[in-house]
């Protein structure tokens, strides 16, 4: 088994201090790309919103959860040694492998319903390694971190450049 990445928060607040940190990143990510781009100030500015450094930032977190990566067999094991984990599972159960990333903290999901409302969001794979992982990132993301890191959102906030923090600088 191998294990990959390096985000694993174990509470709430420490999930949504993690995503506010990225910030930063996903700025100077959506300048450079812009900069390869060729974009000049104004379209920078007309393109350039809140929503776009939110969608590098959602994605720069997912892509740095930490993961396992592992055979059928270490899946179950690892679920047999954590009962208090209910299984999260996408893709065929008929497959060799699974990557599997556990959220530390319980979930506030109906749908989970293991002893202490913790969940081990998982996908199968045989052959495409890569594409595995970032179905998985994608999965815990949205199932789980989206709701946490938007907990204290106000849903009045003005979907601009400065929802993602500070202004985002042109460049």
Same mark, same amino acid.
Do not use: C, I, Q
């Given at each position: 088994?191998?294990?990959?990445?390096? #985000? /694993?928060?174990?509470?709430?607040? !420490? =999930?949504?201090?993690?995503?506010? %940190?990225? *910030?930063p990143a996903a700025k100077v990510a959506v300048r450079e790309a812009t900069k390869a781009m060729a974009f000049d100030r104004a379209e920078y500015a007309d393109r350039v919103t809140g929503e776009v450094v939110e969608t590098v930032r959602d994605?720069?977190?997912?892509?740095?959860?930490?993961?396992?990566?592992?055979?059928?067999?270490?899946?179950?094991?690892? #679920? /047999?040694?954590?009962?208090?984990? !209910? =299984?999260?599972?996408?893709?065929? %159960?008929? *497959?060799?492998?699974?990557?599997?990333?556990?959220?530390?903290?319980?979930?506030?999901?109906?749908?989970?319903?293991?002893d202490?409302?913790?969940?081990?969001?998982?996908?199968?794979w045989q052959a495409e390694r890569e594409a595995a992982l970032g179905t998985l990132r994608r999965r815990a993301f949205g199932r789980v971190y989206r709701g946490v890191v938007d907990a204290d959102a106000d849903p009045n906030e003005a979907d601009d450049a400065e929802s993602a923090g500070d202004t985002v600088d042109e460049p």
């Open positions: 088994m191998d294990t990959e990445g390096t #985000l /694993a928060p174990a509470t709430p607040a !420490e =999930a949504r201090a993690e995503y506010d %940190e990225l *910030v994605s720069l977190f997912a892509s740095l959860l930490r993961v396992h990566v592992g055979t059928r067999e270490e899946y179950d094991e690892w #679920l /047999a040694d954590h009962p208090a984990y !209910e =299984a999260d599972l996408a893709g065929s %159960e008929n *497959v060799d492998n699974v990557v599997w990333h556990p959220v530390a903290f319980p979930v506030d999901d109906p749908a989970v319903d293991g202490d409302g913790k969940v081990v969001v998982a996908a199968t």
